[in-house]
């Protein structure tokens, strides 16, 4: 069973305006963590922002957001003010712990944004 | 600051061929990651090693070894090419293992793989 749904493969929004990417999770543990990742054109990673299941506050980095329904099992990244270099694929990621004790990161299959002047 | 550096950044190989993917990081991070990156299948673990002198099995590590040389390096190596290993593969670090705390990986820039 997938981990991680992505369920919107492209998403285009306005210059200036917001948009929210839309990221559902399935796990059984109580102690997870939520990352999202930007991968341009250029093909590197690059980390944004991180939730922790028991952060009771959403996570925020510049504009970044993460709006974490922990009921729900959802972690949405919400970009606001969008700008023209933020044209990526984006990631959404779950840390879990393997019976071995071990620790991955399970990753969804991206949202391609992209922004029009 | 280079961080992760990943080589080589392009390679096609022929079927049956052999190869390694180095990785090598200048961080002081205690764990590394191979990945693969298939188009619509996100990022899958393959290999890790938790601190220098450990490896363990990701999802997918079948065709592929790995050797944590030191605490910097971490190559990931292909026996035998198969086209199913057509893909491209990036390394990644973090300062200790995923657990609590935003342990965030770091990645290197990727290397793309074909295989004919």
């Known amino acids: 069973a997938q981990k991680i749904t992505q369920t919107q493969p492209g998403m285009f929004v306005q210059e200036k305006e917001a948009v929210t990417l839309d990221c559902t999770y399935d796990?059984?543990?109580?102690?997870?963590?939520l990352f999202w990742y930007k991968q341009p054109s250029s093909g590197e990673m690059i980390f944004l922002i991180y939730?922790?299941?028991?952060?009771?506050q959403n996570a925020t980095e510049g504009r970044y957001s993460l709006n974490f329904q922990k009921a729900r099992k959802s972690a949405n990244l919400v970009i606001s003010a969008s700008q023209l270099g933020d044209s990526a694929m984006y990631f959404c990621?779950?840390?879990?712990?393997?019976?071995?004790?071990?620790?991955?990161?399970?990753f969804g299959t991206g949202t391609r944004l992209t922004v029009i002047p | 600051n280079a961080g992760v550096t990943q080589t080589p950044k392009f390679q096609v190989l022929k079927t049956g061929q052999s190869m390694t993917l180095q990785c090598a990081q200048d961080?002081?991070?205690?764990?590394m990651y191979w990945y693969r990156q298939d188009p619509g299948m996100g990022l899958r673990l393959i290999y890790y090693?938790?601190?220098?002198?450990?490896?363990d099995k990701g999802e997918v590590p079948n065709g592929y070894n790995v050797s944590r040389l030191n605490k910097r390096e971490f190559s990931l190596r292909l026996e035998s090419a198969a086209p199913s290993q057509t893909s491209v593969y990036f390394c990644?670090?973090?300062?200790?293992?995923?657990?609590?705390?935003?342990?965030?990986?770091?990645f290197g820039a990727g290397s793309r793989l074909t295989v004919l």
């Open positions: 990644a670090s973090s300062k200790d293992r995923l657990g609590s705390g935003a342990n965030v990986l770091t």
């Open positions: 796990t059984s543990d109580q102690s997870y963590g």
């Open positions: 939730q922790g299941s028991y952060d009771e």
């Open positions: 990621a779950m840390r879990e712990v393997y019976q071995t004790g071990a620790n991955n990161l399970f």
């Open positions: 961080m002081n991070h205690n764990s």
């Open positions: 090693s938790a601190s220098e002198g450990t490896t």
